[in-house]
């Protein structure tokens, strides 16, 4: 299964994202091959011309999962452009929810509609998260599911300090 990976690669202004992201690209890597992994520049500094691009690349390579792994920009303006150059292409979607999902509520409340009839999971990184999504979406039959952000063995670890 072909699976793009959607982040910026200009590193957020918030050290958090920049760990979170880093780390979920990290765990991506170890569980796919770099054959089925396509890893997209998505920023919020991309022109409506990259933009654009972006989402005829997407249809070109047509990717069974797209993934959004970053927290900005939010995926309604790029999930808008590919489905009105190929209204027919229908991937599954996974988003990795962060802690700014309540500042994005319009955004939200108008992706629904793009949303309908397509596989899509939300992964949120708490119970908390998971409730708070899941009430933003009760109505709908979306996958909602807490797996906690993954974190690198290298910076956090335990130490036998008696």
Do not use: R
């Not at 202004?13 to 979920?24: A, E, G, Q």
């Not at 765990?27 to 933009?51: G, H, I, M, R, T």
């Not at 797209?66 to 452009?81: G, K, Q, R, T």
Request: contains cysteine; charged residues 25%.
């Amino acid at each position: 299964m072909k699976i793009a990976l959607l982040y910026s690669y200009k590193e957020s202004n918030w050290f958090s994202c920049t760990k979170i992201v880093k780390n979920l690209l990290d765990s991506y890597a170890l569980a796919l091959s770099d054959d089925d992994v396509l890893k997209l520049n998505f920023s919020e500094s991309l022109s409506p011309a990259e933009s654009y691009q972006l989402a005829k690349e997407i249809i070109k390579e047509k990717p069974e999962k797209l993934v959004f792994l970053d927290h900005l920009p939010h995926p309604i303006d790029i999930l808008n452009l590919v489905f009105k150059i190929d209204p027919n292409y229908s991937p599954k979607i996974d988003i990795h929810v962060f802690g700014d999902f309540t500042l994005m509520f319009n955004k939200w409340m108008a992706i629904d509609n793009l949303l309908i009839g397509k596989e899509v999971k939300f992964y949120c990184a708490s119970d908390a998260q998971v409730e708070l999504v899941s009430k933003f979406f009760e109505d709908e039959n979306y996958y909602i599911k807490k797996i906690p952000f993954p974190v690198s063995g290298k910076e956090f670890f335990v130490t036998n300090n008696s």
